[in-house]
């Protein structure tokens, strides 16, 4: 390695690349001077101790967690208090969970279906697609101040929001979505709005239908969006697309693909 290079290797879940790199030791994070750079106003040396004794905050994830939460928490005077109950939590998923739970005081009951809608849509969805289906319960300067707020929480992929990362996912699947049904109510929520006769010919809709209909494991409603003609086209153009191979084995298994009398093959061929 040439002199004064380095390589930063960051990975959110267990995976064979974390087994291979365990040998490595990641030196030069120091807590302290992260605590200085990122929060802009001062903590007094007492908090900054009562941070730094904590073995979680060790983690650099749950570090900038904890402090951007600070950063907006509004009572100076309580500070202290609400960074001994932000270090109850052991992991960066329940951190998360508190955070949400500030988020419903400050803002609302809108946050869990904004947060839920997000996490169980294929590609995300626009500011303007989460108030269409919230049926504008919620006002544009409402939505929109949550979203910049939490906007170190989730990734904006042209216009799409969707989480962050893993931890994020689980906090709102944990705080949630533990009930199947209730998962399962956002995702007919996102299947409905797709099926407007003006956005089902999207691409758009074209992704999410079939994929909220197999995670549904709604074998009925699969196989309807897969007859449509030019949705069908869409996942055809790519050549042994696993995707679509992994529909039509669902539905081979719920009896439904031959029952159906389509043949996909020859649409294929078409």
Not at 129 to 142: N, Q, W, Y
């Amino acid at each position: 390695m040439p002199k004064d290079t380095y390589i930063l290797i960051s990975t959110t879940q267990e995976s064979v690349f974390l087994e291979a790199s365990k040998e490595l030791k990641i030196t030069g994070f120091n807590k302290k001077e992260f605590i200085n750079e990122i929060y802009g106003k001062k903590l007094d040396k007492e908090q900054i101790e009562l941070i730094l004794s904590e073995p979680q905050t060790s983690n650099p994830l749950f570090l900038k967690a904890l402090i951007e939460e600070l950063r907006v928490f509004g009572d100076y005077k309580k500070l202290s208090e609400r960074i001994r109950e932000l270090l109850e939590v052991q992991t960066v998923d329940d951190l998360f969970e508190k955070i949400f739970a500030r988020c419903e005081e400050d803002y609302g009951s809108f946050v869990k279906d904004v947060l839920s809608l997000m996490h169980v849509s294929r590609d995300g969805l626009s500011e303007s697609e989460i108030l269409e289906l919230l049926g504008f319960s919620v006002s544009r300067k409402s939505l929109s101040t949550f979203l910049l707020a939490i906007d170190a929480y989730v990734i904006d992929i042209n216009g799409y929001l969707k989480p962050a990362h893993l931890y994020i996912e689980k906090a709102i699947e944990d705080r949630y979505l533990k009930e199947e049904n209730t998962k399962r109510q956002y995702r007919e929520l996102i299947f409905s709005y797709y099926s407007q006769q003006h956005l089902k010919d999207t691409e758009k809709a074209r992704r999410e239908l079939p994929w909220q209909a197999y995670e549904m494991k709604d074998a009925e409603k699969l196989l309807n969006v897969l007859c449509d003609e030019k949705l069908l086209k869409t996942l055809l153009e790519v050549e042994d697309n696993p995707e679509l191979a992994k529909y039509l084995t669902y539905l081979r298994d719920e009896g439904l693909l031959e029952a159906s009398g389509v043949d996909f093959g020859a649409k294929h061929r078409a």
